[in-house]
């Protein structure tokens, strides 16, 4: 199974601020399939990206994705109050289908 | 708009068996495919099974194969999931959500439900 790791695991960051967020694989992600996710305390995870560069309907376009093989990255440009979150990314080329286990985008 | 609606949550003892329903609404439900992913306290987020609705087909990530069993009634727009043999590393919530695609193979999921807590206790 592809493992995958996330870091950091917590940034504290003020609102405006760029932000870049890192997902490594343990092994190459077949096609680059792979998706990020935003989730909120109490609420269900909301799809952000997918195939690694593409932003899902809805999406602002401050949220950006990058990557191939075993490295990604998730790019928030300007951080406004509600990105503060919990976001996961999760690959979908092989089975079983894994997440990472995430990073914690904070207030400073 | 695309609604997945889980049912309430649930108290189980060990050993006992779990179903959680996930009804759809607001899409041709035939047209993708449903997956359930389950988090746990302070683990991450873990994929679970995947169903064909239009065709039944299912496929289980090996941690829990021979304990899950995925199943859908068209007629209902439902999906159901049953985790049997609970012990207490199964207490977590439960997501229903919405494949992507109607495939040989889940995808990425862009609806959720709302999750189901299902606590394992004696």
């Known amino acids: 199974e592809i493992v995958l790791t996330q870091s950091p695991g917590t940034l504290s960051l003020s609102p405006g601020e760029r932000v870049t967020l890192s997902c490594r694989a343990s092994?190459?992600?077949?096609?680059?399939?792979l998706a990020w996710y935003q989730q909120k305390p109490g609420q269900a995870p909301r799809l952000l990206m997918y195939?690694?560069?593409s932003r899902a309907p809805g999406i602002p376009d401050r949220f950006s994705g990058n990557g191939s093989g075993t490295d990604f990255t998730l790019t928030i440009s300007r951080l406004e109050p509600e990105d503060f979150a919990l976001y996961y990314c999760?690959?979908?080329?092989?089975?079983?289908?894994?997440f990472g286990g995430g990073t914690k985008v904070e207030i400073k | 708009q695309v609604q997945l609606v889980q049912s309430g949550a649930e108290v189980k003892k060990p050993g006992a068996s779990v179903k959680v329903s996930c009804k759809a609404s607001?899409?041709?439900?035939?047209?993708?495919?449903m997956n359930w992913v389950r988090q746990a306290p302070g683990q991450r987020l873990e994929w679970m099974g995947w169903?064909?609705?239009?065709?039944?087909?299912?496929k289980y990530a090996q941690s829990f194969q021979g304990r899950v069993t995925i199943t859908s009634d068209t007629s209902a727009n439902t999906v159901y999931m049953e985790l049997s043999s609970l012990t207490s590393e199964d207490t977590g919530i439960y997501y229903c959500?919405?494949?992507?695609?109607?495939?040989?193979?889940?995808?990425?999921?862009?609806?959720w439900g709302q999750g189901t807590l299902v606590t394992v206790s004696s």
């Open positions: 607001g899409y041709t439900f035939r047209n993708n495919a």
């Open positions: 092994q190459s992600v077949t096609n680059s399939y």
């Open positions: 959500a919405r494949d992507v695609f109607s495939s040989a193979w889940p995808y990425y999921f862009d609806f």
């Open positions: 195939g690694a560069s």
């Open positions: 169903i064909n609705v239009a065709n039944g087909n299912t």
């Open positions: 999760q690959q979908y080329g092989s089975s079983p289908l894994t």
